[in-house]
Structure formats: C-alpha cells, structure tokens
C-alpha cells in the first residue's frame, strides 16, 4: 500500500506552484457549479417548463458558451489571461446569484445566455494561462491536474447540492454558486498576480498561422463537438433517466454522479502517467476515449437492472478520463502554431456548439421517441466522432504530424 501511495504521489510531482493554485481556485470554483447536473430538474419540477422548454434554456446555455468563448480568446490576445479570468470569475459569481430570481421562460433564457457568455470567457483564458505555467512535458499532466480539481469538485458539489435541495430549495443553490465564484476571484488575485508568478512556456510566434485555416484542427473541432453532444447526456437527459425510469431520488442522482468525480480524482493521473509513457498517438487514445463513451450508452438498453446505471457510469468516465486530458493537449500543442487565445477559443466553442444542440436534441428525441431510441442515436453520433478521430490519424501521419504524442 506503501509502495502504491509513492507511485501515486510521484505522478504529481513536476509540476509547477502556479499550475497547483490555478487547479485550487478551479477546485472552488467547480465545487459551487452544483445547479448545473440538477438545471435539468429544477426547470421541470421548480419552474413547471415542459422537456422541449428545458431543450431551448439548455440551447441558450450553449449560445451564451459559445459567445463567451469567442469573446475570451479575442479578449485573451488582447488584453492577457490574468485581467480575462477575474473579470469573468467576479461578474459570474454576481450573475449567479441574480439567476433564482427569473422564473418565466423568456428571462431565463435570456439570464443563462448572460451568465454562460461571462462565465466561459473563463476556459480560454484558463487554457492559454496553464499552458504558459507548464513545461512542455508537463502539459497533459497540468491538464490532468485541472481536471482533477474540476471532478473533485463535481463529485462534491452534487452530493453536496442533493442535500441542499432537501434541507433548503433550489434557491440555496444560486447562493453557493455565488458566493464561491467570488471566493476564487479572491484567490486568484492573491495568487497569480502576474506580477509575482513565473511563466515557464512563453510562446511569441511572429508568423502565426490562424486556426480558421488549419485543417487538422478543423477534423479535431468536429470530432469534439459530437464527442461533447453525447458526453453531454449525462448532465440533461441521464438525470431524468435515472429520475423517470429508476426512481431515484435527487440525493441518489448527485451521489451517482458523485461517483464520476470520485473515480477520476483516484484514478486519472496515474492512468493519463502511463498512458504518456505507451507507443499509443493523441488521437488513437482519443478514438479509445470516445468508444468507451458512446458503449456507456448502448449498455443501458441491454437490460432494466439498475446496476447497469454504475456500470454505464463507470464506462462513460474511463471514457472521458482519456479522451479529454489528451484532446486538451492536442489543442494546446496545436496552438503554438498561431495565436493561443484563439485557437483554444475555437476549443472550448467546440463544446459550446455541443452544448446549444447536444441538451436540446437529446431532450426533444426522449420526449418523441423515448430513453431507448436516444441512446441508439447517441451511439451513432459516437460512431461517427471515432471515424473522424481516425481520418485525423491518419491525416497527420500523411503530414508527417504524430509528433504530436
């Protein structure tokens, strides 16, 4: 057991100051994210809105992603991560407490969009920041680190959030969403003032190719997309799966989901350690990642043992524990071609174009067809993101490219 907790600990080491506090104030900021794995429920049993309604707020959640990604990697090589990442922390942790207030359809469509579009103007930033606080060799683990704080935080924050919806309401939700913005805004000033940080990757490229025309991450932007419409599921339509056809309680579902972050928090960066020393390409561990994902989905039409809800879990975990840390890297290391912010803006509106179709699509195909026949869609939509992580396969061998390791 010894020998087992060093080889742990040894995965982490390496790793710069600056790289551990932006995980801490991600950690605090993820931890307060709890209204979004139960959004889908608050609408439905709080706010009375009908499944094809939930569809077109979760729309407006993606738009408002999308224009804020856009917008924080314009600001990002205009203006620096440091000045975009408070700004947009301080201004959400506001908003969100402002967001319990609006409960008709129009203002709250509208009060999503405004929050999302503040609030990811984060993730560019965020992303162009741990890039310049990584050594080269560090950055897969620097983003698996980032990751780890996100899930630790999410396998607190529904089980956490399960609790504050039976002891309080919804509303106390908003509250904590809040209040623990503004708490990493704080940190994040004391902290990685860049006045008293270190940048360990300063790439000043005076010839930078832009990212519109890069075919490559072109492929890759698509097979992402798709890749975060049916990795998006678990945080629409599978809570009101597990609700509808199980019977699970709120507690029971943040605890479910609470599973995911627990597994990737013990088990991601020992994994990502020896996935990094293996012959195995980005995109071949990606086109791995994504199959485990969409398989999550075709097991639960296999049979009505609740069990197989766990087993579906752990799948679609395993499956994002591989795909995202690498496609991270991917984006990161292909950004050095040109101008960061906006090439990891084209990223993060990767998953923003999932986000307006993915709950939207998802929702409207259960309430037409039913659980069983979405998660048949869900696995071709799977089917065809690994076929493009293959076309970029093979693509960059074609150029010479699968450096890229």
């Known amino acids: ?21 932006l995980a801490l104030i991600t950690l605090i900021n993820r931890a307060g994210t709890m209204v979004i794995p139960f959004l889908s429920l608050y609408l439905t049993e709080d706010l009375n809105f009908s499944f094809a ?10 738009l408002g992603s999308l224009v804020g990604s856009w917008l924080g990697g314009k600001l990002t090589d205009k203006i620096g991560y440091y000045k975009v990442m408070v700004r947009s922390l301080l201004l959400t942790g506001i908003l969100f407490i402002g967001l319990q ?20 103007m984060f993730r560019p930033a965020m992303f162009v920041a741990l890039s310049a606080y990584s050594k080269p060799e560090n950055k897969t683990r620097s983003v698996t680190l980032i990751r780890l704080a996100i899930n630790l935080g999410f396998s607190a924050g529904p089980a956490v959030g399960g609790v504050i919806i039976t002891t309080m309401s919804y509303g106390g939700l908003f509250w904590v969403d809040g209040i623990t913005c503004l708490l990493a805004t704080i940190l994040l000033i004391k902290v990685l003032n860049p006045k008293k940080v270190k940048t360990l990757d300063s790439v000043i ?50 605890l479910l989901l609470g599973l995911n972050g627990f597994f990737i928090f013990t088990f991601e960066m020992p994994l990502i ?44 975990t395993i499956g994002e524990m591989i795909a ?4 991270n890297a991917f984006a990161m290391q292909r950004a050095k071609k040109g101008n960061q912010g906006e090439y990891m803006a084209l990223y993060t509106i990767s998953f923003s ?10 929702l409207h195909l259960v309430e037409r067809f039913g659980f069983t026949s979405t998660w048949f869609v869900m696995g071709i939509l799977g089917l065809i993101a690994v076929g ?4 970029l396969k093979q693509y960059l061998k074609s150029k010479n490219e699968l450096y890229l390791k």
């Open 1 to 21: 057991m010894k020998t087992l907790f060093n080889n742990y600990i040894n995965t982490f080491k390496g790793l710069s100051s600056e790289v551990w506090w």
């Open 53 to 62: 309604q939930v569809g077109w707020v979760m729309s407006a959640f993606g």
């Open 101 to 120: 207030y609006l409960d008709t359809f129009e203002t709250f469509c509208i009060g999503i969009f405004v929050i999302m579009s503040v609030a990811d």
């Open 205 to 254: 490229n005076q010839n930078p190719q832009s990212a519109y025309k890069d075919k490559a991450f072109w492929i890759f932007l698509a097979s992402m997309t798709l890749f975060g419409i049916i990795f998006l599921q678990y945080f629409s339509t599978m809570p009101l799966y597990y609700k509808d056809v199980y019977k699970l309680t709120e507690l029971e579902i943040g």
């Open 273 to 316: 350690k020896w996935l990094e020393h293996t012959k195995y390409t980005k995109p071949g561990l990606m086109i791995f990642g994504t199959l485990l994902t969409l398989v999550s989905f075709l097991v639960l039409d296999l049979t009505s043992w609740v069990g197989i809800l766990i087993i579906g879990m752990l799948l679609m």
């Open 324 to 327: 995202f840390p690498f496609s």
């Open 353 to 362: 174009i999932a986000h307006i179709f993915g709950h939207n699509v998802g």
């Open 388 to 391: 493009l992580l293959y076309y």
